[in-house]
Structure formats: structure tokens, C-alpha cells
């Protein structure tokens, strides 16, 4: 069964910077592509980042792009997004989610298994 735990969620300070997790539970990460979700009030869950099953080809939706970095660590069996420059914006559930799939990009694939998500909620 594919079992996604996230962590790091909490309180954040506006210009901080966090970083979450997203650990495979009994099974290993090297054939999937993992992304991140989040949902912020109001709104709908979009795609943030991911990151396919190679580790060579990344995504990043613009409002994040060069101040969020997502990585793979294989022999942990997780992948990180690193978040910096907080703002109220990013407040959110995050979530992650995994594709087992060979595509290249990360992108295009479709994420079937899914985590419970994680919150950050950015404030001073």
C-alpha cells in the first residue's frame, strides 16, 4: 500500500524559511514522481512543484519559483521542498503526492497516491 507522511507544517514568520517532508511508507520512492500540492483558504489545490523519479527534471508554478527547492534523497526515502522568503501567501495545507511513472517530466504525470497533508501558516 503506498503511504505518504508529510511533516514540517507549523508557524512560520513572515521571511523564514522551512522545510517539509514527504517520507514513503513500505514502499521505496525510486519509481515515482513526487509533487507538491497546496491549498491555500479560499481557494483550489494547485501543483506547486515536482520532481520526477530521476531527480532530473523539476517544476516550479512561478509564485514559487526561485525561493522554493524541491530534492530527492533515495536512501531516505523522501523528498524535500525547501521553502525561503515566507509570505502570508503561502499559507496553506501542503501536500504531497506520488505518480509511479517513467515520464520525464514531472508535470505531465498523474499523481494517484496521496498524502493527508501538512499546514503552514505563515504569520508574525
Known amino acids: 500500500q503506498v503511504q505518504l507522511v508529510e511533516s514540517g507544517g507549523g508557524l512560520v514568520q513572515p521571511g523564514d524559511s522551512r522545510t517539509l517532508s514527504c517520507t514513503a511508507s513500505?514502499?521505496?520512492?525510486?519509481?515515482?514522481?513526487v509533487a507538491w500540492f497546496r491549498q491555500a483558504p479560499g481557494l483550489v489545490r494547485e501543483m506547486i512543484s515536482c520532481i520526477n523519479y530521476r531527480g532530473t527534471d523539476t517544476y516550479y508554478v512561478y509564485s514559487i519559483k526561485d525561493r522554493f527547492t524541491i530534492s530527492r534523497n533515495s536512501a531516505e526515502n523522501t523528498v524535500y521542498l525547501r521553502m525561503t522568503q515566507l509570505n502570508s501567501e503561502d499559507t496553506a495545507v501542503y501536500t504531497c503526492a506520488a505518480a509511479r511513472t517513467l515520464e520525464e517530466r514531472c508535470d505531465m504525470s498523474v499523481y494517484r497516491h496521496w498524502g493527508q497533508g501538512t499546514h503552514v501558516t505563515v504569520s508574525s
Open positions: 513500505a514502499f521505496r520512492f525510486e519509481p515515482y514522481a
